[in-house]
């Protein structure tokens, strides 16, 4: 984790650099073959029951969260950039594993799930972002137990393996190059059966 003065150095630098980067309005320039980058992305864990937000990790260069409460939903917050042909879209793609198992069966059954779309401000508006702005923000929310008033994810008699998830953050510029942030991985607690 980053102390609060280093987090702040971060904040600041990304809105320089944004200003910067919105006083550039990219042309399209079908030379441009560099891949758009991540310049800031952060993870916040937040309580499902009350919204109370852990403070947020700096994941601009991967991340590993071990040990998350089941009532805590997760928060991806990135800034992508590409000052020659702008960020058309901002994708998240990732993958879920959990294994759920009866008591008194000798074999659990693994369970997998995909992640992936729009972010979040796509979501919720009933029109399509467009342009290709030199320095798109998103926002994606994600919730594995969404849905379900227990947090569950296997029967509430069988006992839950650690659920892992797998993100990736994609950015396409104007010329459908694609840049990848560095993985985040985030393993929720095990849940015994009961």
Known sequence: ?????????????????????????????????????????????????????????????????????????????????????????????????WECHTPGDDLAELKHGTLGGPPDEERSSSTTVTGRPALRNVTFTIDPFEGNALRLVCAATDEASELLMEITLLATNGNDVQGMSPPISIEYQARPPG
Request: charged share 20%; glycine share 6%.
């Open 1 to 97: 984790m980053t102390s609060g003065s280093q987090t702040r150095t971060i904040q600041i630098l990304v809105m320089v650099l944004t200003i910067w980067l919105v006083a550039c309005d990219p042309t399209g320039d079908p030379n441009d073959t560099t891949p758009p980058e991540f310049l800031q992305i952060t993870v916040t864990v937040q309580r499902v029951t009350d919204g109370f937000n852990e403070p947020p990790v700096d994941a601009t260069s991967g991340l590993t969260l071990d040990n998350v409460q089941r009532d805590r939903l997760i928060i991806i917050e990135a800034t992508a950039a590409d000052d020659q042909s702008g960020i058309k879209r901002v994708r998240m793609s990732g993958e879920t594993d």
